[in-house]
């Protein structure tokens, strides 16, 4: 009887406990507390910091602009911002006309001018990027060639261009010949340093493992040197883009050098200023897109 009374009890009450439980278990995810601040950080946009990548730029064109129209204000040879931008825009509105060989649009001179860059570029490329990793690799073409290097590299770009016109005998190749003279260097050094600077322990691991000498370059080297060599790819074309207008000034011709002075022998400031203002974005636009290939291809992230 003692026995059966207290059994009874405990039989009765033991479900009741994990009813609370349950009710408790299903009813506490119904509204979870750290989902809230989760979205809350999501929304909001961060105009601050948007403000302070986008106003100062436009404050800094509108100050030169502003500084530009006072100066002119009194008249002069110097065309004001207006008389420019009206020009600007008759100009950009048939960029791509062609009245012969001496008469092309703005666009078709930018055109000619980057092929020549491209052409010249390219071919430094494909003989400094490798040139660099032999001269990194062996102590002998090191010692070889350094002083030459050391050498030539502080020549002005203008004064290989009469040696390009007495070999070539035609202004386009000495116009690339000169590309290619001057874009050389930034990517023969950069390649060179990138590779004397691979820890020597990689190395070791790669003799006692008897790796070929071409896994040596693709497997060790080549992504070790990789953001040196793609900083004197971003150098060189940028000092490419600078010289290429210089040379097309002397050697004449369809380009947007030749076409800035052709406008000097016209008298016509509003298109050299126009002339700088293209030049400017040709080579930011430039600089801008090797700077994403090379954060594409950084080993850091």
Same mark, same amino acid.
């Given at each position: 009887?003692?026995?059966?009374?207290?059994?009874?009890?405990?039989?009765?009450?033991?479900?009741?406990?994990?009813?609370?439980?349950?009710?408790?278990?299903?009813?506490?995810?119904?509204?979870?507390?750290?989902?809230?601040?989760?979205?809350?950080?999501?929304?909001?946009?961060?105009?601050?910091?948007?403000?302070?990548?986008?106003?100062?730029?436009?404050?800094?064109?509108?100050l030169v602009?502003?500084?530009?129209?006072?100066?002119?204000?009194?008249?002069?040879?110097?065309?004001?911002?207006?008389?420019?931008?009206?020009?600007?825009?008759?100009?950009?509105?048939?960029?791509?006309?062609?009245?012969?060989?001496?008469?092309?649009?703005?666009?078709?001179?930018?055109?000619?001018?980057?092929?020549?860059?491209?052409?010249?570029?390219?071919?430094?490329?494909?003989?400094?990027?490798?040139?660099?990793?032999?001269?990194?690799?062996?102590?002998?073409?090191?010692?070889? =060639?350094?002083?030459? *290097?050391?050498?030539?590299?502080? +020549?002005?770009? &203008?004064?290989?261009?009469?040696?390009? !016109? $007495?070999?070539?005998?035609?202004?386009?190749?000495?116009a690339i010949?000169?590309?290619?003279?001057?874009?050389?260097?930034?990517?023969?050094?950069?390649?060179?340093?990138?590779?004397?600077?691979?820890?020597?322990?990689?190395?070791?691991?790669?003799?006692?493992?008897?790796?070929?000498e071409w896994?040596?370059?693709?497997?060790?080297?080549?992504?070790?040197?990789?953001?040196?060599?793609?900083?004197?790819?971003?150098?060189?074309?940028?000092?490419?883009?600078?010289?290429?207008?210089?040379?097309?000034?002397?050697?004449?011709?369809?380009?947007?050098?030749?076409?800035?002075?052709?406008?000097?022998?016209?008298?016509?400031?509003?298109? =050299?200023?126009?002339? *700088?203002?293209?030049?400017?974005? +040709?080579?930011? &636009?430039?600089?801008?897109?090797?700077? !994403? $290939?090379?954060?594409?291809?950084?080993?850091?992230?």
């Amino acid at each position: 009887m003692v026995s059966a009374v207290f059994r009874a009890p405990r039989h009765s009450t033991v479900p009741a406990p994990p009813a609370p439980a349950a009710r408790r278990s299903t009813a506490a995810p119904a509204t979870p507390p750290r989902e809230r601040p989760q979205r809350s950080q999501r929304d909001p946009f961060d105009w601050h910091g948007m403000a302070l990548r986008v106003l100062p730029p436009i404050f800094g064109v509108a100050l030169v602009i502003g500084i530009w129209a006072l100066l002119t204000m009194k008249g002069g040879d110097f065309p004001t911002p207006t008389a420019t931008f009206v020009e600007m825009a008759r100009l950009f509105a048939d960029p791509f006309y062609d009245k012969g060989p001496n008469d092309q649009g703005i666009g078709w001179n930018v055109l000619f001018s980057l092929q020549r860059v491209a052409l010249g570029f390219g071919l430094a490329a494909l003989v400094g990027i490798p040139l660099g990793f032999l001269i990194g690799r062996f102590e002998v073409l090191n010692s070889m =060639i350094s002083p030459l *290097i050391s050498l030539l590299r502080p +020549v002005s770009p &203008l004064a290989w261009l009469p040696i390009g !016109l $007495l070999v070539f005998k035609a202004a386009d190749p000495a116009a690339i010949w000169t590309i290619f003279i001057c874009s050389i260097w930034p990517m023969v050094i950069n390649t060179a340093v990138g590779v004397q600077r691979v820890p020597q322990d990689y190395l070791n691991v790669a003799r006692v493992l008897d790796l070929s000498e071409w896994k040596v370059i693709t497997r060790i080297l080549l992504p070790a040197v990789l953001p040196y060599m793609l900083t004197g790819v971003r150098l060189s074309v940028g000092t490419a883009w600078l010289v290429i207008v210089a040379a097309e000034m002397l050697t004449g011709g369809v380009g947007i050098g030749f076409w800035v002075w052709d406008e000097w022998n016209n008298l016509n400031v509003a298109h =050299i200023l126009i002339a *700088i203002f293209v030049i400017g974005i +040709v080579g930011l &636009l430039l600089e801008q897109a090797l700077m !994403l $290939l090379a954060r594409r291809f950084s080993f850091d992230n």
